[in-house]
């Protein structure tokens, strides 16, 4: 059974940043994309930003510019570095990896809260 394993939530002011990472607990075969979504109390999961193994990186539009998504493979870790927080950005972000042909894998979620 694989785990993926959120780290670098926190609280932090508007203005901060924060980096998150995500490791999984051993090597996933068949990825597509891996990736961050979050979901805000009361809101619905939304895709914040992905990586394709292609390279091909999307980004919601509330966070382009200021969030960056990267990989490293042969750690099979994502990371999402978070600039210019704005309270609008607190939520639980999720780690997400999508596969071909397989099931697809979640983070137990890390709280990121920006205070005004």
């Known amino acids: 059974q694989v785990q993926l394993v959120e780290s670098g939530g926190g609280l932090v002011q508007t203005g901060g940043s924060l980096r998150l990472s995500c490791a999984a607990s051993r090597s996933i075969g068949s990825i597509t994309a891996m990736g961050w979504y979050r979901q805000a109390p009361g809101k619905q999961r939304d895709l914040v930003a992905r990586i394709f193994t292609s390279g091909s990186r999307n980004y919601a539009d509330s966070v382009k510019g200021r969030f960056t998504i990267s990989r490293d493979s042969a750690k099979n870790t994502v990371y999402l570095q978070m600039n210019s927080l704005k309270p609008e950005d607190t939520a639980i972000y999720y780690c997400?990896?999508?596969?071909?042909?397989?099931?697809?894998?979640w983070g137990q979620g890390t709280q990121v809260t920006v205070s005004s």
């Open positions: 997400h990896v999508s596969r071909t042909y397989a099931r697809d894998y």
